[in-house]
C-alpha cells in the first residue's frame, strides 16, 4: 500500500494506489482519456469582435469614400514622392494627417492621397514630414 492510500479513479472508476496527494487516475491513459471527453463536451468560446458595430459602420463610409477620394484627378499622384524624387507614382493610399480616431477616419480634410513609399516615408521621417505638413500634432 502506498503512503497517500488508495482513491477511485476519475475516469474509469477503478480502485488503484496514489503515488501522490493529487493523482486523480490509475494510469495516464485514463487522464488524457478524461481530459479529451471534457474538451470535447465545451462549448467553443465566441471571438471578441474587432470593431464595435458602431466603428464598422465608419469603416464602411470610409472605405466607400476613400475610392472616390482616390479617383479625383488632384488625387491621382503621390506629393511626397513627388516632392522628394521628382517622380510621379501613383497613389493608392490615404494618409490621415490628424490621426483617425472618431470623426477624423471620413473627415476629407485631413486626407493626403499618397503612394505605399511615400506613407512609408512619412512615418519613418516624421521631422520632415511636420515640417511639410504632412503630420500635425492637433490631436
Request: glycine fraction near 6%; charge should be positive; include cysteine.
Amino acid at each position: 500500500m502506498s503512503q497517500f492510500g488508495k482513491r477511485k479513479c476519475k475516469q474509469c472508476s477503478e480502485v488503484f494506489n496514489k503515488r501522490s496527494p493529487l493523482d486523480m487516475f490509475c494510469s495516464g491513459a485514463c487522464g488524457y482519456a478524461y481530459k479529451r471527453e471534457k474538451d470535447k463536451n465545451k462549448t467553443p468560446k465566441k471571438p471578441i469582435k474587432q470593431f464595435s458595430s458602431k466603428r464598422a459602420k465608419r469603416n464602411e463610409a470610409y472605405l466607400l469614400a476613400r475610392d472616390v477620394f482616390l479617383q479625383e484627378q488632384a488625387n491621382k499622384f503621390c506629393p511626397v514622392m513627388n516632392l522628394l524624387h521628382g517622380k510621379t507614382v501613383r497613389s493608392t493610399e490615404i494618409h490621415h494627417i490628424n490621426g483617425k480616431e472618431n470623426e477624423r477616419l471620413t473627415d476629407r480634410a485631413y486626407w493626403l492621397a499618397v503612394s505605399r513609399e511615400g506613407h512609408q516615408y512619412i512615418h519613418a521621417n516624421p521631422e520632415i514630414a511636420y515640417e511639410q505638413g504632412w503630420l500635425t500634432q492637433d490631436y
